[in-house]
């Protein structure tokens, strides 16, 4: 968010274009006005928007790229701009020109007979008064057009600050530009560029399985980078290569991309616009998908090409793919395939010890499956070695606790095997001895033993998946007062309907009213129904949940977890909320589905990399296709 302010202050203190008042009316030939705007930086790339009442003269301010950052080792040049401008008046089949100078030179100054009167790509021209060691930055390309908006090119050669001039022209003649957006991209993009996992601007790694590529996209931008085309995907056999600059899908330009949660990029982000295009042509019968690309490595006037890319999976899919019918089993045995194929000898799956291997045996528990009990048991072994005694666990104690404690808890309820119970017994009578009085008086959870994080505020995201492991344990017949412990504090987080709240529950009390919910919420009013106890309450706290549901990915840094453990309480609690949700959502699991291996990771809003990208992906969607079946008590009970 520290980007925001400046970048709003440069927006609104945009200077109004001479003679605005004859924009209206005028031709084009009589717009001479300019606009001075000065580009913000979002995480390195700026974007920026004119109005409608806009001239066709432009001035571009591009901040330096910042060198200085070795963790990510972004190099300062190899930074290119992307022109777009929606043109007024202008016929579809004219030749746009345009024409870009370093503001410290003077246009008459620039020799242009170099670039001759055919399309090519501008070498650096040095103003023959100048006495700048470093060449201005000057250019004319022919633009690419696209659904009346004509798209240039311009290479950054250094990382250096510029000031551009722009000027559009056809035939000689000025242009009215209706709106224009520059936005910056990098030569060679990469996962290095991502966004922090708490952050919701990104920008955001796009995981596209099922058309075999990864692609960085970016807030407010109209075009998605490629990062990565997977050697014989559907991608690179169409052409496709890393550096594409992806501007349509299925013939449909791409919109301004909202990174932050909600309707705007559920409904209008770029990874949507890829997920809705391949359920469309599913649902259609057609074979391929078409992405409109610039190559911005090929020189020369920027030339639009189209990739036809064939679809590894021919359909049909149900309405509640991928939970059941047409589709659906092919899914479910690519995700158990690739968890099995990647557990480790020690029952562990890359990312972290804390959490995977109780959600990887979780999500192979949930099959039913008994020929999986084998991998399970490996995974059993692989925690209790870890953590022999829960007691004696400090730092992030309280998640590992938890996913440990729902593991064995569901694993000794599905097999009767009571060596697990010890360690489950241990837990449940150690937590209660372990918290601190929070800011409001009240005994409270932070990460782990240690004490309470944000100024005694505390935190309700662990407390929450240790409610479901109290609920658990009662079930496998082990005394566990962990809720009755907390509950003032969770009652006192929570956003109570009957005082005007939202019903769902806050990331502490001081946060109880805001968006942010999704986990959280839906493990509370689980844990809720598994103690049969107060369970009137559960559905009150899901009722933000149905209705803002485009939210469920915004989990503070525990993005795909915190959306398939929200949905699997959803489908116990509300099951009528979860049948009417999940059709909304499977273009998403059709777009990062790749058909004979999994699913592919993304980073929206708040991702959680560092549990292992692709791990905990497929294994959380696994454990939350335990829905369908009697595999996990918690998934199932008491429906």
Not at 116 to 129: H, L, N, T, V, Y
Not at 354 to 379: F, I, M, W, Y
Not at 483 to 492: A, G
Not at 544 to 569: F, V
């Amino acid at each position: 968010m520290r980007w925001l302010l400046p970048l709003l202050l440069a927006l609104t203190s945009l200077a109004a274009p001479a003679h605005a008042d004859l924009l209206a009316e005028k031709g084009p030939a009589e717009l001479s006005g300019s606009k001075t705007v000065r580009l913000s930086e979002v995480r390195g790339e700026a974007f920026l928007t004119v109005g409608k009442r806009a001239a066709a003269g432009l001035r571009v301010a591009v901040p330096a790229r910042p060198d200085s950052d070795s963790k990510k080792k972004l190099a300062a040049d190899g930074w290119f701009l992307v022109v777009e401008a929606d043109l007024r008046k202008a016929k579809a089949d004219a030749e746009v020109w345009v024409r870009w100078k370093d503001a410290s030179t003077e246009w008459d100054a620039i020799d242009w007979s170099a670039f001759g009167e055919e399309p090519r790509d501008p070498e650096p021209a040095r103003s023959a008064g100048s006495e700048s060691s470093a060449a201005p930055i000057a250019g004319r390309v022919q633009a690419s057009a696209l659904a009346g908006r004509v798209l240039a090119l311009i290479s950054l050669p250094d990382g250096a600050a510029h000031e551009l001039d722009l000027e559009f022209e056809n035939r000689g003649r000025k242009l009215a530009v209706r709106a224009a957006r520059v936005m910056r991209f990098h030569g060679a993009p990469s996962r290095a560029m991502r966004g922090k996992a708490n952050g919701p601007f990104g920008p955001d790694q796009l995981g596209c399985g099922m058309l075999g590529f990864t692609a960085l996209t970016e807030h407010q931008h109209t075009a998605f980078n490629l990062i990565d085309v997977r050697r014989g995907g559907p991608a690179a056999a169409a052409g496709l290569e890393r550096g594409d600059l992806v501007l349509a899908v299925a013939g449909e330009p791409l919109g301004q991309s909202s990174l932050a949660p909600g309707w705007d990029w559920f409904e209008g982000s770029h990874e949507a616009a890829l997920g809705r295009a391949i359920e469309r042509a599913l649902e259609d019968g057609q074979p391929t998908v078409d992405l409109t690309y610039l190559r911005p490595s090929d020189g020369g006037a920027p030339a639009l090409r189209t990739a036809s890319i064939s679809l590894p999976f021919e359909g049909p899919i149900g309405p509640r793919f991928p939970f059941s019918g047409p589709g659906a089993d092919r899914f479910r045995a690519d995700l158990v395939g690739w968890t099995l194929g990647h557990q480790k000898r020690n029952g562990s799956w890359p990312g972290t010890d804390a959490v995977n291997p109780a959600v990887g045996a979780l999500a192979l528990l949930g099959t039913g499956d008994d020929q999986h009990l084998e991998a399970v048991k490996r995974s059993v072994d692989r925690v209790m070695e870890m953590n022999p005694s829960p007691s004696e666990m400090k730092g992030l104690a309280y998640w590992s606790i938890a996913f440990h404690g729902m593991l064995l808890c569901e694993y000794h309820l599905r097999t009767g095997d009571e060596s697990v119970l010890p360690w489950i017994q241990e837990a449940a009578r150690w937590l209660p001895t372990t918290t601190h009085e929070c800011k409001w008086g009240m005994q409270a959870f932070g990460h782990g033993p240690d004490g309470l994080p944000y100024g005694n505020k505390a935190l309700m995201a662990p407390t929450a998946h240790l409610l479901v492991f109290d609920a658990l344990a009662r079930r496998a017949g082990v005394e566990s007062r962990i809720w009755e412990h907390i509950e003032p504090y969770v009652r006192h987080s929570w956003s109570n309907p009957e005082g005007g709240g939202h019903g769902a529950m806050g990331y502490n009390a001081s946060y109880r009213d805001k968006g942010e919910f999704w986990s959280r919420t839906g493990l509370c009013a689980l844990a809720e129904v598994l103690r049969e106890e107060r369970a009137d309450l559960a559905p009150l706290l899901c009722v933000l949940m149905e209705e803002r549901h485009p939210w469920m990915l915004n989990s503070h840094a525990y993005g795909e977890p915190g959306a398939a453990l929200g949905l699997l309480s959803l489908a116990v609690v509300k099951p009528k909320a979860f049948e009417e949700i999940i059709p909304q959502w499977r273009w998403r699991f059709l777009c990062s589905w790749e058909p004979g291996y999994g699913l592919r990771y993304s980073t929206p809003h708040m991702g959680a990399p560092y549990l292992g990208e692709e791990s905990i992906v497929n294994l959380v969607y696994l454990m939350l296709l335990s829905t369908e079946n009697d595999g996990l008590l918690m998934s199932t009970a008491p429906r």
